[in-house]
């Protein structure tokens, strides 16, 4: 594609052209960089006071533009208005976390005089790049932006090419706040971002995005080993059913965790490990829950038709030791972005060498793997490349923890969804889920480096 073409953004609800733009040229991006770069040494020598109280301002021009980033939401990213209402609820309280323990956390003022040494303190590194992704085009690019500017290190936005109007409407609320010199948007596709990493103000890519995406960042950065590359690059996200679980409730958070925003998370579950004994009557509520999340009514639809179209062929193209047990795969629906759960059964162990099951399928579908002891299940677990999100369910809170204390993933949640993140806490997988570079809390460490005083 090349930057003199027009940006279009169609709605995955009917296809209608919501939002037309500009992609960004190569030297509109590279100057903004430059910008960044001169902006950069006032910002960062900004008390951190002043700087929270720019974010603060922010967080009051997100607040007053709530209605028209929810529509957005909706219209562009597909969203149910239930899941835009929560992404958007989420701004404020990222913006006083990242001030309030984040700054705890990462400090940048000098001990007190009379403190005694060592003392680690964060120096903003420089001018980032920040690629967004389309599942959460607000709440995710922000979580990298307000940790970025609270440490003093100015931001380049390239937010996904399928949400330019959700970017546009966040850069201006940006603006509006005052951040106009340390905050700049590119849209545009990767176009944008491949001779933006030749950039020599450069220090940091941010990137949330997919696995192929985060392979050519990372070849593309392999002769600048001194910018930071922090990669979240999504996960298959696996549930333990323990044998004393309950199961309607189980039942309830699997369907949550595998079928809502239409399985765009990279938290979904996507794999639950089930007792054998179990499994009639896991699988006999999961059918039932599956019609609470029918996507015209419940979630919305996949991103667009082609993404919806490329979950179907690779569901279409399953092997015969995986068995669709719930739900529908229409061929020919080329632009038709909905699609309704699916819940499918592992019937011979050759499954789980499967794409289905090693790797990130972004849509609504569940696998139940049936183990006859949970060893067995753990090892399984144990095997997954890309360990983001872990689910156990299990009755005794003694069990969880001997359970989490085993299985190596980014999160592990006792009796609740695999899905969801905590701005309180870091976020990042293991293994092919990342890049070891958490983000969330830990974000700040991200845009800062530690500067040891003794
Ligand atoms: C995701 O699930 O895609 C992102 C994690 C979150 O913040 O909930």
Redesign the pocket.
Known sequence: MDNASPLLSHSPWDGRCIWQGRRSSSAEAWAALDGLQRAFPAWAGQAPAQRDAALRELGCVLEGQQEELCELLITEAGKHPRDAQSEVA?LGKKISITLEQGRALFPQLPPRPESDPPHTIYRPRGPALIVG?F??PL??VH?LVVPALAMGSPVLIKPSERCPAVAAAYYRACIAAGLGEVVALAQGGPEVVAPLLRHPALTTVAA?ASRRTGAALSQALAGRPEVLLAL?L?GVNHALVCADADLQACARDLAMGAWS?SG?????TRIAQVPRALCPQLIALLQQAAADWQPQQACGPLIDGESASAFRRAWQQRPAALQLLHGEIHEGEGSNAFQAPLLALVNDGAARQHSLYQEEHFGPALIIDPYEDENEALARMAANPARL?ASVFCAERSHFLRLAQALDYGQVNHNRPT?????DQP?GGRAASGNGRPA?LHAANIFADACVIW
């Open positions: 989420l992704p599942n959460f709440h995710l979580g949330v979240e999504g925003m765009q998370r990279c938290t979904a999100a899905a969801g993140a905590r701005s976020f969330a």
